[in-house]
């Protein structure tokens, strides 16, 4: 059972580590990224709704998303557990994620922080080359996480659940950093 939080810059290898980590633990990655891309692909209303924020870098309605969490926690194979790459991103979020999994009676078990520089973000993310990978919104989407997600690096720290874990080097070694950080906890 492994319920667990990936917080982290865009770029600092949120997806591919959750990848990794899904299949080693065997518990689903949910990504609010990818659901909503799919949202978009399908031409959903949820996904029209969202796609004019996805394109500028901004975040998406905190009331969209975590509508979307919702619906998928609920699904039966979130039952043992899940790991939760780029959500919550807001402390909005992060409150209304605490409040669905102790409703759920599922609680957090600990969430890591991928810590990368920026510069190094900015090559990953220019290399990756994602329809919304462009410089400017790149950078609008840095300046978004500096302002509304890491005030959750400090929200989780005083609950006791953060484990910073450096993100910088092969995917392996990143892997092995998360994969004793866990097993430690
Ligand atoms: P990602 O794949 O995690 O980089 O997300 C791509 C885009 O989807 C972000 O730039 C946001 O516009 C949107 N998005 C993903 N997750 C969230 C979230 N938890 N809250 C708000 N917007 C989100």
């Keep these: 059972m492994l319920k667990i939080v990936l917080l982290g810059a865009p770029g600092s290898g949120k997806g591919t580590q959750g990848a990794e980590l899904a299949t080693r633990y065997g518990v689903p990655q949910i990504a609010t990224g990818d659901l909503l891309r799919e949202a978009v692909a399908e031409d959903t209303e949820l996904g029209h709704a969202a796609k004019a ?16 969490i919702r619906d998928r926690l609920t699904e039966p194979d979130a039952e043992n557990g899940f790991i939760l790459d780029g959500f919550p991103r807001s402390l909005a979020q992060a409150e209304e994620l605490d409040s669905l999994l ?3 009676d599922r609680p957090l078990q600990r969430v890591i922080h991928l810590q990368v520089d920026t510069e190094e973000i900015v ?9 919304d990978d462009t ?50 906890a």
């Excluded at 996805?54 to 998303?65: F, I, P, R, W």
């Excluded at 300046?143 to 890491?150: G, K, L, S, Y």
């Design 53 to 68: 924020a996805m394109d500028a870098g901004e975040l998406v309605s905190d009331e969209t998303v975590i509508a979307m």
């Design 135 to 184: 410089e400017e919104t790149i950078r609008n989407r840095l300046a978004v996480f500096a302002d509304q997600t890491e005030p959750l690096v400090e929200y989780y720290e005083s609950r006791g659940l953060l484990t910073p874990v450096n993100a910088s080097g092969t995917i392996e070694d990143i892997q092995a950093r998360i994969v004793e950080a866990i097993e430690a």
């Design 102 to 104: 102790t409703e759920l």
């Design 123 to 131: 090559q990953r993310l220019t290399d990756r080359g994602r329809g």
